[in-house]
C-alpha cells in the first residue's frame, strides 16, 4: 500500500518562500507521476504542479514563474519550492502519486498559511 508523508508547511509572510516534501513508501515499481495539490477555502481541490515519470512538469497558470517542483527517484520523493507566496496561496497541500495503473494516492496534507 502507497503511503505518502508530506512536510515543510507553515506560516510565513506574503513575499515569502516555503520549500514542502512529499516522501513516498511502498509506491508501485512504476508511477505515472507525482503531483501536488490544494485545496483553499472555499474551493474544490485543484492541480498546483505535477512532474511525470520521464521528468516532464506542468503547472497551474497560478503558479507558473512562482513554484518549482523536483523529484528525487533515489528517495522516492517530490518537493514543491515556493517563492513569492500570497495570501491566496493558503491553502491545505496535498501529496499525489498516481500509479502506472492510474490509481491515485495522497497524502493526508499539510497547512500553508500565507499573512500580510
Known amino acids: 500500500q502507497v503511503q505518502l508523508v508530506e512536510s515543510g508547511g507553515g506560516l510565513v509572510q506574503a513575499g515569502g518562500s516555503l520549500r514542502l516534501a512529499c516522501v513516498a513508501s511502498?509506491?508501485?515499481?512504476?508511477?505515472?507521476?507525482m503531483a501536488w495539490y490544494r485545496q483553499v477555502p472555499g474551493k474544490e481541490r485543484e492541480l498546483v504542479a505535477r512532474?511525470?515519470?520521464?521528468?516532464?512538469?506542468d503547472y497551474a497558470d497560478f503558479v507558473k514563474g512562482r513554484f518549482t517542483i523536483s523529484g528525487d527517484n533515489a528517495k522516492n520523493a517530490v518537493y514543491l519550492q515556493m517563492n513569492s507566496l500570497k495570501d491566496e496561496d493558503t491553502g491545505v497541500y496535498y501529496c499525489?502519486?498516481?500509479?502506472?495503473?492510474?490509481?491515485?494516492?495522497w497524502g493526508q496534507g499539510t497547512q500553508v498559511t500565507v499573512s500580510y
Open positions: 499525489n502519486e498516481q500509479s502506472k495503473w492510474f490509481k491515485n494516492y
Open positions: 511502498g509506491s508501485a515499481v512504476s508511477r505515472n507521476f
Open positions: 512532474i511525470r515519470s520521464g521528468g516532464r512538469t
